[in-house]
């Protein structure tokens, strides 16, 4: 057994050792730790008006309408390959053939061109289509546009199940473009009310609501810098008036003694 002294002096001497390969380690010019810098201040949420009373009516199950079965369209295996785009929507028509607005809104000189698509095809306004899957199920859902008058385009999705389609989305809107990012439907659009700016839509799959939702959308400039100036009238400021200072009213002189005669 070692006396107490020899094996506290060891023990100083280990720590010493070891504090001295941490300050090397630390303060050697390389592998050593630098500043980040000051770091800003995180500042959280503040929630405003925290004593505003909940809304009264539930909120309405956003997308439930927009789902709907096609009629009188089969689709083998669950193939959407398998069926012919110009006669889904065909099949929508003659379902609603008076729709104008909402999910089957149609112009009226659309629904005659599709009706006609098999003896006018060059007119025919059912674009080419795509197949993506959007809903994660393993299968291709298709995906239809429709070019309609003053730059409209109307976008549907359709997923095949249980031998038929189901409708699971329809927009209608001025499209600059449409595009595929995994499993999101990306929908460009012009902003006829704030020029320089367009809006893009994100449309996914939400399994609760069974059909394809807008889950992100933004508005995003897309004017480059120095194209010209705005469109957008500046702001008209005004000064307030500079008002003169004022001038101290002369003091009265002090009156002279009268002379003596």
């Known amino acids: 057994m070692r006396p107490r002294g020899v094996r506290s002096a060891a023990g100083v001497a280990l720590c010493a050792l070891g504090l001295a390969v941490v300050l090397t380690g630390c303060g050697g010019r390389e592998g050593g730790l630098r500043s ?20 009264t009516n539930p909120p309405i199950d956003y997308g439930e309408s927009d789902t709907q079965r096609v009629p009188g369209v089969e689709v083998p295996d669950n193939d959407v390959r398998s069926v012919d785009p110009v006669a889904v929507v065909r099949a929508e028509v003659r379902a609603h053939p008076d729709a104008r607005s909402g999910a089957d809104g149609l112009y009226a000189e659309t629904a005659r061109a599709i009706e006609a698509c098999g003896t006018a095809p060059a007119a025919c306004p059912v674009m080419r289509p795509y197949y993506r899957d959007l809903t994660g199920n393993g299968r291709d859902e298709l995906i239809v546009g429709i070019r309609m008058p003053d730059q409209q385009v109307a976008v549907r999705v359709y997923l095949a199940e249980n031998g038929g389609l189901t409708r699971i989305m329809s927009t209608v809107d001025q499209v600059i473009s449409v595009e595929l990012a995994g499993r999101a439907l990306i929908l460009r659009v012009g902003s006829a009310g704030i020029p320089g700016y367009e809006y893009r839509t994100a449309w996914t799959w939400d399994e609760e609501q069974g059909s394809m939702l807008p889950t992100r959308d933004e508005i995003i400039r897309v004017k480059p810098p120095g194209t010209g100036p705005s469109t957008v009238p500046a702001p008209r400021l005004v000064s307030p008036t500079p008002v003169p200072p004022r001038t101290p009213a002369p003091a009265p002189s002090p009156a002279l003694p009268e002379a003596t005669p």
């Open 36 to 55: 980040a810098g000051p770091t800003p201040t995180a500042v959280g949420p503040v929630r405003l008006w925290p004593d505003l009373p909940p809304a």
